[in-house]
């Protein structure tokens, strides 16, 4: 079935330094994909939605400015957190969708705490 | 504002039982419902979905049945097993928001064997 490789798995990082997060699909061509956050007791919240080729499309009160996503090729997106803050500190996941399909494969999720 | 909820964060069975989570939702427009089943730290894995048209769908010990007049899906798990304990998402999607999943905040199961 569809794999998505999401990368790293978990990270550690410095305040004010900034991640990046890779979520790849390996044997289908996402045309689109899902960047979601969820902290701790709460549900998957989604961030931005990304088409290949062009802008991402940010959900209200995620600063795009801050939360970098970059869709450019059919099997890359990336979620790059820039000067990270603890607050920043979620799990953080990707997902995927083929075409126009209902089916969405979801990345296993990236650990983020920032110290 | 939370268009989908699952009202009970924590549920336990005993093995052989059967498991029965609920969700309820706001948002008439919502035409698909899915189930994910996610273990600590890894992303949300699919196990069931069903279309607006149906009102019951089966996949082996997974049964997810739609009241579309009371806004309300549940999934039925029988028999249960040890390794079902995880927490369980609902999700719907509007078809005019250009897919856009909306999340429950979860159940948690656990499997008493």
């Known amino acids: 079935g569809a794999v998505v490789s999401q990368h790293p798995s978990w990270v550690i990082c410095k305040s004010g330094t900034s991640v990046k997060i890779e979520c790849r699909s390996l044997d289908f061509q996402a045309t689109t994909m899902f960047w979601y956050r969820q902290f701790p007791k709460q549900s998957l919240m989604l961030m931005a939605t990304?088409?290949?080729?062009?802008?991402?499309?940010?959900e209200q009160g995620v600063e795009k400015d801050k939360f970098l996503i970059n869709h450019a090729s059919l099997t890359l997106s990336t979620l790059t957190v820039t000067s990270a803050h603890p607050e920043d500190s979620s799990f953080y996941i990707c997902?995927?969708?083929?075409?126009?399909?209902?089916?969405?494969?979801f990345g296993s999720g990236t650990r983020l705490t920032v110290v | 504002d939370q268009q989908v909820k699952q009202n009970s964060p924590s549920l336990s069975v005993q093995e052989g039982r059967i498991s029965i989570l609920n969700c309820d939702y706001t948002n008439s427009m919502f035409d698909y419902f899915l189930w994910y089943k996610k273990y600590p730290a890894e992303g949300p894995t699919f196990l069931i979905s069903?279309?607006?048209?149906?009102d019951k769908n089966e996949d082996g010990r997974f049964t997810v049945f739609l009241n579309k007049s009371a806004k309300h899906l549940s999934l039925h798990i029988v028999p249960s097993q040890p390794g079902d304990s995880a927490v369980y998402f609902c999700a719907a999607i509007a078809p005019n928001t250009g897919n856009q999943f909306y999340f429950g905040t979860g159940t948690s199961l656990t499997v008493i064997p």
């Open positions: 069903i279309s607006s048209i149906k």
């Open positions: 997902s995927a969708r083929q075409g126009d399909a209902y089916g969405y494969t």
């Open positions: 990304s088409n290949e080729g062009s802008k991402a499309t940010y």
